[in-house]
């Protein structure tokens, strides 16, 4: 089974997140909106390689155990949808 991303870094102030793919290659990610959804915030991500074809990620912002903030990648289907019908209507 192919394992996920992983989040290294994660700075909103700059609008810059940090990923490694599975092969270990670290990429920079733009964040290019927040999005907020039902009490539900999430942050979009574009890679400037792919802002042609409109291909990014979508990281839910969470509170870990510990109260703190935390990121966990959309990876659900019926989640992913919701938020481009959200960006679709919001930012056309």
């Known amino acids: 089974m192919e394992k996920e991303g992983i989040i290294?870094?994660?700075n909103e102030e700059e609008g810059v997140v940090l990923l490694e793919d599975h092969d270990g290659e670290q990429r920079e990610y733009e964040i290019?909106?927040?999005?907020?959804?039902?009490?539900?915030t999430y942050l979009i991500?574009?890679?400037d390689e792919d802002n042609d074809t409109g291909e990014g990620y979508a990281l839910k912002v969470i509170e870990?155990?510990?109260g703190n903030k935390a990121?966990?990648?959309?990876?659900?289907?019926d989640e992913l949808v919701k938020l481009q019908q959200e960006l679709t209507e919001n930012y056309q």
């Open 8 to 10: 290294k870094v994660v």
């Open 32 to 40: 290019v909106t927040v999005l907020d959804v039902k009490d539900e």
């Open 45 to 47: 991500l574009l890679h």
């Open 64 to 66: 870990d155990e510990k």
């Open 71 to 77: 990121y966990q990648p959309v990876v659900d289907e």
